[in-house]
């Protein structure tokens, strides 16, 4: 087919570079001229395992074109992939400036081009754009977890694809995902289900990480262990353990976003989403935790040197969007005398969001734990395992990410929910 992208933002990147590696002709378009050119050049604007790859062998075999001018950009076009970001309000609503302001630059050139909502938007969304477009619009959410977007696209769960004729949406996804459909479930409903499942999976996975950090607290007043337990749990088939693991709580780019999201919609429409609004209030409580507990364990903390390891919301990935270590860092920041941080992909994000004041980055994981009172760990990456903290005058660890479980240091080192 040929595909056009409206958006080069982290969707529009994966989704374009992972449609043309599926043999299908993809145009991108986005006002940003800056992205357009780094996908000429081959240079993804996001940090993404295989990506690189996958825009370099679309660009090489000419199935990824970027265009600035949008009327070329859809000429020809078999579908419109619409996928413009949806960032938050103040309030926590779905901001949907950007995606109407792409609906209303795409009017002239659609006729009847099917378009599909790859953003995430709330319910009434894909209606209100057909209404505007007048034109068969299709909710066909994306699922892709941040460090593993490439695989999660070409080796789906599942397609979920939204429509007000659920025929032609079946027709139309199994047209686009032919060749990822053998072992995922293609499920076909409407718009509005479609919409909603999007923000719903979300919300629930929360769940379970704020669960598993309650459960955590339980375990270090009673000297049980969150592994054992939550181990325990997941042998049943009908918990599992994804999204299971106890630490420094969730961060990222959806999930903050669309469990508030989904209580704000659920407000307006005179709803009280109570369980996901508990979800919310854990995971704010988690970094305060945090917070508290370094503090109490320092002495003379306003003269303290404390080291953070781990400025992106998880390993795999630059994004520091919702990452706990935004409050953590800011807090030391007013707090502490030095913070020393590293991340081996979010530094200059990090720096740019958060500031230098009172702030120390260091090109290495050593260099942040070296000399410190204190060293706070918020990211998994895998290079943080291979340091001794004995070694580098650590006076004290703060694994929120449980990944020195298994080493023995002559350091104090709290875990999350561990004796």
């Given amino acids: 087919m040929r595909i056009t992208i409206v958006g080069a933002g982290y969707v529009g990147h994966v989704v374009s570079a992972c449609l043309a590696s599926l043999d299908h002709k993809v145009t991108v378009y986005d006002i940003d001229h800056d992205k357009l050119e780094s996908l000429q050049r081959g240079e993804p604007v996001i940090h993404e395992p295989g990506l690189e790859d996958l825009v370099e062998q679309a660009r090489n075999e000419e199935n990824l074109l970027p265009e600035k001018d949008l009327g070329k950009a859809v000429q020809g076009s078999d579908a419109v992939f619409l996928c413009v970001g949806t960032p938050s309000s103040e309030d926590s609503s779905v901001n949907l400036d950007y995606h109407y302001a792409a609906v209303d630059e795409l009017k002239p050139f659609i006729d009847d081009t099917p378009v599909i909502i790859k953003s995430t938007v709330p319910p009434g969304t894909a ?42 949406a079946q027709d139309l996804a199994t047209r686009i995902y032919r060749d990822v459909l053998d072992d995922a479930d293609l499920y076909v409903t409407d718009n509005a289900s479609a919409e909603l499942i999007k923000y719903a999976s979300n919300a629930f996975l929360a769940t ?76 704010h409580e988690q970094r305060q935790r945090i917070i508290d507990t370094v503090e109490q364990r320092v002495d003379d903390f306003e003269d303290a040197t404390i080291g953070v390891l781990g400025l992106a919301f998880k390993p795999g990935t630059d994004d520091i ?68 903290f004995d070694a580098l005058n650590t006076g004290y660890v703060y694994d929120g990410r449980n990944i020195y479980a298994n080493k023995d240091f002559d350091v104090d080192v709290d875990y999350v929910g561990k004796p």
């Fill in 127 to 168: 209606e209100e754009t057909r209404n505007r477009l007048d034109t068969p619009v299709y909710n066909n959410p994306e699922f892709l977890k941040e460090g593993t977007a490439v695989d999660d696209f070409l080796h789906p769960d599942r397609v979920v694809i939204g429509g007000q004729d659920e025929q032609r």
């Fill in 208 to 283: 379970k990480i704020s669960y598993a950090n309650e459960l955590a607290r339980i375990c270090e007043s009673v000297g049980a262990d969150i592994d054992d337990v939550t181990t325990g749990m997941a042998l049943d088939e009908r918990i599992q353990d994804a999204f299971f693991g106890a630490g420094a709580g969730y961060g990222g780019s959806c999930f903050p976003k669309d469990t508030k999201a989904i209580i704000k919609h659920a407000e307006e429409h005179g709803e009280h989403m109570r369980i996901v609004q508990a979800t919310e209030n854990v995971n």
């Fill in 321 to 388: 969007r919702g990452s706990p270590a935004i409050d953590v860092v800011e807090h030391f920041q007013d707090r502490a005398g030095l913070v020393k941080a590293h991340d081996p992909q979010a530094m200059e994000t990090f720096k740019n969001r958060v500031g230098e004041q009172n702030a120390a980055y260091e090109n290495t994981p050593r260099g942040a734990a070296q000399n410190t009172d204190a060293v706070v760990v918020l990211t998994a990456w895998d290079d943080y395992t291979k340091l001794d």
